[in-house]
């Protein structure tokens, strides 16, 4: 009988140990962990506070500056660009009038025909950059009156493909603001 | 001895006795049976020793074989102390952006005690360091100390390299650094920490032991931008009229925060001792001097607006008052006389617009010496004024106030104050006649602190529409920034040299506020000896210099700063602005 009771004890003091001992180590394993992670966090604030540093000294005011003349030539916003109410806002010009078109159109027809890929390779850009009117075609000069009234070039569309790049029909001219306002809610 | 007796270790037996040879004993019965129960434990003992000892033979094999040696150890590893916190809070602007924050930079040490090659030490550092000196090393590696700093602040690139010399007795010491990522924009209000993180200038000194116990960063009332435009103008200005100095700060009127504030010239806060590339002649003393807060001076003619607000505000003048400024004043052996003078009786609002001396003064003395000390005191303008940076400057007055210094200090000679005293009251006579104190830290919208009436609301308004006319007809047109309806005053005093004044060294000054019918921002410029240039027309007084400068600004800060511009001939503004005594009378141009 006390041969079972001792290899009770026996068995479980070396289960207790063994228990002892794991948890003691996986204790030490945790605990080198968090030491770990308090010191890659630390790292990390390090890091973090240099790069800080850093983007401060990049965006300074001097440094903006200087790359805003290198590669923006943005400049101090004058009184003139600031509007505090819409109302301010003024309308678009109005349209050159019908003569002026026609007489565009009829400058282009006269000039000697363009050779028949070079409009369509030029279509794309011109329709992009309607503001900046090409310098090599002169029958391209009237590409931005062709943008404000498209209809008004009939035996033009012929001979320019461009035409398919220009929006079908312009919208009504807004006459003041409430106009335009009427004009979007009708649109949508 | 016992050694050669290897068969009987008995000492008290005879050397020459041999025990006879004898049979084994085989033991019988219960002996026997014990023998054998010994012999059973034993080999049960041995077995199970046996299998630990394999297990842990095959352990080490496993580890060492098939692991490659990587498995983790369970042996309590060497700690590494964690890297402490910064001892000192950053600095921010009041959008938060960075002004000053500490860095790590550990410093390389010797202990020539575990050196064991110095020469070839020396030598090995030096290649590292270019800039030391191989025989000062030599000699410290030499020295037989225990500790000798090598270099102190490295950067991570030169400690890598220090430590891939791998130098025995050559270690890092870690230590900070107080980095200023800004420079000089704002080196007079940041000032700058010394090398082991004390505060020797600006809101570093002047918040020292606050820096020294907070994590989160102090947040200034700064606006870095608006101290940049700042800065960039009174450059300008120091360039074009080749001046010795120039200083300017810019307030929110209602809450008294500081928004930008700069002194020239200036230093590098990172390197504060080091001599400026621009001008190596200039002493540190005199670029560490903040010309806002420490200096002080005679004004001149921007103080003009205190006698008149107290003239009005005490009720010995009214806007319709009108002085004689026919002929100069002769008062002991002084003599004042007006600038520009129009030689003719002047109402109130033109003695300002025009900026008459004998006008102010004889105002003054219709209020008496008793009325304007008390004025000035409660202005503020008669005590040190009090803000977080540790440099401030007393004002200068005279101890017995006699007749000829209530004449004089009524336009603004015979008191210095310094510029930011100045602001302060400045802004009272404004924003409906509350003295704020001023501050360099952002004050949370709820934390404006009540502040002091000095002057009644409706003298402040007065005040309002006469600085508004000295920009619009008087003394200061060149100020005007159209749309932000600019008001102010300009002043130009002579330098003392000496015991006399010195008619050819100035200080011309500017003080703008705008918008004028509902007062924001206050711009005050100074520059201090400007020469005439070409563009100015021979003029180094303030409305060719700092006038045409605050235009600048408020043209560039107005919108960083969310002010609207307004239609300045709008009715509404002109009814606000609207001076009743000059209404259809014509104004005579400055």
């Given amino acids: ?94 349209p050159p009038p019908e003569d002026a078109v026609a007489v565009a159109v009829a400058e282009a027809g006269a ?24 310098r090599t075609q ?13 209809s008004a070039a009939p035996q033009l569309a012929a001979t320019m493909p461009v035409k398919a790049a220009v929006k079908a029909a312009a919208p009504r001219r807004a006459k003041s603001l409430g106009d335009l306002i009427a004009q979007i809610t009708a649109s949508r | ?42 080999f049960f003992t041995s077995i199970v020793f046996a299998c630990v000892f394999a297990a842990v033979g095959l352990r080490i094999v496993e580890i060492v074989v098939f692991e490659g040696g990587s498995a983790q150890s369970h042996m309590p590893r060497f ?47 030096v290649k590292t360091f270019p800039g030391l000196q191989s025989e000062e090393i030599y000699a410290k590696l030499t020295s037989g100390k225990s500790f000798v700093y090598i270099k102190r602040h490295l950067t991570p690139r030169e400690q890598y390299e220090v430590n891939q010399l791998g130098i025995p007795g050559v270690q890092f010491q870690h230590e900070e650094r107080r980095v200023y990522p800004d420079g000089r924009l704002t080196a007079h209000v940041v000032g700058y920490a010394g090398i082991d993180n004390s505060g020797f200038a600006g809101i570093e000194r002047g918040l020292d032991e606050t820096l020294k116990d907070r994590r989160d960063p102090v947040q200034l009332s700064l606006d870095l931008r608006i101290q940049y435009v700042l800065h960039e103008e009174l450059q300008r200005v120091i360039d074009d009229f080749t001046a010795k100095a120039a200083a300017g700060l810019i307030m929110d009127v209602n809450t008294g925060e500081v928004l930008a504030m700069v002194s020239l010239p200036d230093f590098d806060p990172n390197h504060p001792g080091a001599p400026d590339p621009d001008q190596p002649g200039l002493s540190f003393a005199d670029r560490m001097f903040n010309r806002d807060t420490l200096g002080v001076y005679e004004l001149g003619s921007i103080f003009k607006i205190f006698t008149v607000a107290m003239a009005l505000d005490c009720g010995t003048s009214t806007l319709a008052s009108t002085y004689d400024a026919t002929h100069p004043i002769h008062i002991g052996r002084f003599s004042i006389g007006d600038y520009h003078g129009k030689h003719r009786v002047l109402s109130v609002p033109e003695i300002l617009m025009y900026s008459s001396n004998i006008g102010a003064a004889k105002m003054a003395m219709a209020a008496g010496s008793q009325r304007q000390r008390e004025y000035l005191t409660r202005l503020g303008l008669l005590k040190t004024p009090k803000i977080e940076v540790s440099e401030v400057g007393a004002p200068h007055f005279p101890g017995k106030w006699r007749d000829v210094n209530v004449m004089t200090i009524a336009f603004g000679h015979g008191i210095s104050v310094t510029p930011l005293s100045f602001a302060s009251a400045a802004a009272a006579l404004v924003n409906g006649g509350v003295l704020r104190p001023a501050t360099l830290v952002k004050r949370p919208p709820g934390a404006v602190p009540q502040g002091q009436q000095v002057i009644s609301a409706r003298t402040s308004e007065q005040m309002r529409k006469l600085m508004r006319l000295v920009v619009e007809h008087g003394t200061g047109t060149q100020a005007a920034a159209p749309g932000y309806v600019v008001g102010g005053k300009t002043g130009t005093a002579d330098k003392v040299s000496g015991r006399h004044y010195a008619e050819t060294k100035l200080l011309s000054s500017f003080v703008g506020i705008f918008p004028m019918n509902d007062p924001k921002y206050l711009v005050l410029t100074m520059i201090d000896e400007p020469h005439p240039n070409k563009e100015s027309h021979g003029y180094a007084t303030a409305g060719w210099t700092v006038a045409p400068a605050t235009s600048r600004i408020i043209q560039r800060i107005a919108p960083l700063l969310g002010v609207e511009p307004v239609d300045e001939a709008s009715p509404e503004i002109q009814r606000a602005l609207m001076v009743e005594s000059l209404q259809g009378k014509k104004i005579e141009a400055y």
């Avoid at chain 1, 000039?111 to 090409?134: C, F, L, W, Y």
């Avoid at chain 1, 002169?138 to 498209?150: D, I, T």
């Avoid at chain 2, 001895?1 to 033991?27: E, G, I, S, Y």
């Fill in chain 1, 1 to 94: 009988m006390i041969r079972v009771g001792a290899l009770f004890w026996l068995v479980l003091v070396s289960g207790t140990a063994f228990a002892m001992f794991g948890v003691k180590y996986q204790v030490q394993a945790l605990e080198d962990e968090l030491a770990r992670a308090k010191r890659a966090t630390a790292a990390e604030e390090h890091e973090i506070r240099v790069l800080d540093a850093e983007w401060a000294y990049l965006t300074r005011p001097e440094m903006l500056e200087a790359m805003n003349r290198r590669f923006l030539s943005l400049s101090p916003i004058s009184t003139k660009q600031l509007r505090t109410s819409v109302n301010d806002i003024p309308m678009r010009p109005p």
């Fill in chain 1, 111 to 134: 000039s000697p025909p363009a050779p028949e890929g070079v409009p369509t390779n030029a279509a794309a850009p011109v329709a992009t950059a309607a503001a900046e009117p090409p």
């Fill in chain 1, 138 to 150: 002169s029958a391209l000069r009237v590409m931005p009156a062709l943008l404000e009234k498209p």
């Fill in chain 2, 1 to 42: 001895m016992l050694a050669t007796q290897p068969f009987d270790d008995n000492p008290c037996r005879p050397r020459h006795f041999k025990p006879p040879p004898c049979a084994p004993v085989v033991p019988d019965g219960p002996a026997r049976r014990a023998l054998e129960g010994c012999r059973a434990r034993l």
């Fill in chain 2, 79 to 125: 700690r590494l102390p964690a890297l402490p916190v910064p001892s000192r809070a950053d600095i921010v602007d009041r959008n938060g952006k960075l002004l000053a924050t500490t860095l790590d930079s550990p410093s390389v040490y010797a202990n020539p005690k575990q050196i064991l090659d110095p020469a070839d030490a020396t030598r090995k550092l």
